[in-house]
Structures are given as structure tokens and as C-alpha cells.
């Protein structure tokens, strides 16, 4: 039997009993796990753990009865526009079902840093930039699974894809992706026998290979257009949805708002 704390955030919470609630969690270094929080409705905790708030939880563990109780919890950011915004509601649960799905991707500790460093900038952000915050976690996330496609190289010829210079001639260039072979070929490899699954602009391409090189800070400042972000998140949603092997309910009940 012990006490302990640790920096969580709050997925999910449902009803366990008359008073009581099981509480979906996840931190750093226990990953994903289940917690009991007992009270009923003058529970000052009830208010506090609450889904998407973060901070210090504190918890009581009995290890011969293999169950945790939840002591009391220091929210340091309550994520308060999630509940003003439907989008970013969803997208809070698209990412944490993600989370679950994959089970961390087997680094709790740097799926910790992508999701909350998402979270945290959708807290901040616009709905418009929050649409593009969604597309760097998801790419961020698919690097960590390690299923991210090559966006430097062509994966026939090997070439660099960013070789050419950004001229107005190369805005009309598309690049193929294959599903199969999970990687993009270049115009002068595309033929017509190979199949593409998804194609991108030079523009959307070249944001994602700085989505993958370059620091967050960096990224938030290029300027995309519409057309650019729309391919992107159709091959980032298509990715990441093959690499949990599922349907995802978050997807599916947000048609039409992610």
C-alpha cells in the first residue's frame, strides 16, 4: 500500500456505483491506467477531475487489492475553451482515443510531450489554427509509431523531393503517395501503372517534411493554404487510422466537425 503523485491528465470519466466515479488517466510514467474517485456530489474533487484537466494527482495504491484511489488533485490547466468549442472538443478526443488505441505507442513519457504540447496549443489557438495543430499531432504521432512516410526522398529513385527550387512551375507539381509501399514518388517516377493513393502539392509535402525537421515554433509560423491542409489531413487521418488496425469512434461521430 502506498501514496503517490505524478502528472496526469484526466481522458475519460464514468459512473461506478451511487457516488462513485472510474477514472480514466494518463501520465508520464504509469501510461494509461484506471482510478477510483470516491465521494458524492458535495465532493469538492468531483469538479476537479474532470475530462482533459491536468496537473499533480494524487493517488493511494493497494497493491493486494489492485486498486487506486484518487486522493486529490492539483489542476494546473483546465483546457476551459474545449467546452466553448465543438471542434476542439473532438479533436481532444480524437487524439486521446488515438492514445488508447495504441497504447502509447509504447513511450508513454514522449506521447505525453505530443499530446500535451497539442492540447496546450489548442487551448491557446483559433479554430483554424487548431485544425492544423491536429495535423502536426497526428504526423508527430505517426513518427513515434514509426510509420511516418519518408517525406525527403523519393521512394523509387531516391531523390531529394525538395531538390527543385519553390517556384510557381513546381506549385503545380503532385507527389503520389503509395499505401503499399507507405512513401511518395516523384513526378518523374509516377507512371501510370503505379498506383497513388493519395497525391500532394510541393506545398504539402514540404510542410510536413518541416513538421519533421524543424521546432514546433518554427512550423506554427508557415503559412498554408486551404487546399494544401485539406490534402494533408485526409493522408494524416487515413495514416493514423491504419496504424490503430480500427474505425475510430471519434472520427466517425465527428463527421462534419473534424
Not at 504509469?30 to 469538492?44: C, D, M, R, V
Not at 475530462?51 to 493517488?59: A, D, E, K, W
Not at 492540447?119 to 514509426?146: A, K, P, T
Request: hydrophobic letters at 40%.
Amino acid at each position: 500500500m502506498r501514496n503517490f503523485s505524478t502528472s496526469a491528465l484526466i481522458l475519460s470519466v464514468a459512473m461506478s456505483g451511487e457516488n462513485n466515479r472510474r477514472v480514466t488517466v494518463f501520465s508520464p510514467e504509469e501510461g494509461i491506467f484506471f482510478a477510483t474517485l470516491y465521494g458524492g456530489p458535495k465532493s469538492k474533487l468531483r469538479s476537479l477531475v474532470s475530462p482533459m484537466n491536468s496537473g499533480i494527482l494524487y493517488l493511494y495504491r493497494d497493491e493486494v487489492k489492485n486498486q487506486t484511489k484518487i486522493t486529490d488533485f492539483d489542476v494546473k490547466n483546465y483546457h476551459l475553451s474545449f467546452r466553448e468549442n465543438l471542434f476542439k472538443t473532438y479533436a481532444a478526443s480524437f487524439a486521446t482515443e488515438i492514445l488508447i488505441k495504441t497504447k502509447c505507442a509504447g513511450s508513454p513519457a514522449e506521447s505525453w510531450k505530443i499530446l500535451n504540447g497539442f492540447l496546450d496549443g489548442i487551448e491557446l489557438s483559433g479554430e483554424e489554427e487548431s485544425r492544423l495543430g491536429l495535423v502536426r499531432f497526428l504526423w508527430r504521432y505517426l513518427s513515434l509509431l514509426g510509420v511516418k512516410p519518408d517525406t525527403a526522398n523519393c521512394l523509387s529513385c531516391g531523390s531529394s523531393l525538395h531538390a527543385g527550387k519553390f517556384t510557381d512551375d513546381a506549385l503545380s507539381w503532385r507527389y503520389s503517395f503509395s499505401r503499399l509501399e507507405n512513401g511518395f514518388v516523384c513526378p518523374d517516377c509516377a507512371s501510370g501503372d503505379r498506383k497513388a493513393d493519395f497525391t500532394l502539392s510541393k506545398a504539402a509535402l514540404t510542410y510536413l517534411e518541416a513538421v519533421t525537421s524543424l521546432s514546433p515554433k518554427a512550423v506554427r509560423e508557415i503559412v498554408i493554404s486551404q487546399s494544401a491542409f485539406l490534402e494533408m489531413k485526409a493522408l494524416s487521418y487515413s495514416l493514423i487510422e491504419q496504424a490503430c488496425g480500427t474505425k475510430l469512434k471519434s472520427l466517425e461521430s465527428g463527421v462534419g466537425i473534424l
